[in-house]
């Protein structure tokens, strides 16, 4: 075999190998993110009524119950 040929087809699999290797791990990333929001919602389904969730980044508060006199609107 040709050694150019050889390199070329060396890089071309290393590319290649790269791009599925991307792909997988955003894929994977992805689902990840998916079941953590389908769990969250399904908590959040299931609270009583009255209460309330925040979302921060990197954290999630739930308050639980009626709301306080001063998160009333009315």
Known sequence: ??????GGLL?????LFR??????ASR????????QQQGLSERVRHLPP???LLERPGSVEI???AQP????RG
């Not at 075999?1 to 050889?6: A, I």
């Not at 890089?11 to 590319?15: E, I, P, V």
């Not at 006199?69 to 009333?72: D, K």
């Open 69 to 72: 006199a001063e998160f009333r």
């Open 28 to 35: 994977t990333e992805l689902r990840r993110t998916e079941i």
């Open 19 to 24: 791009l599925l290797h991307i792909w997988v």
């Open 50 to 52: 009255g209460s309330r």
């Open 1 to 6: 075999m040709d050694p150019v040929l050889g």
């Open 63 to 65: 308050v639980t119950g």
């Open 11 to 15: 890089t071309l699999w290393g590319l």
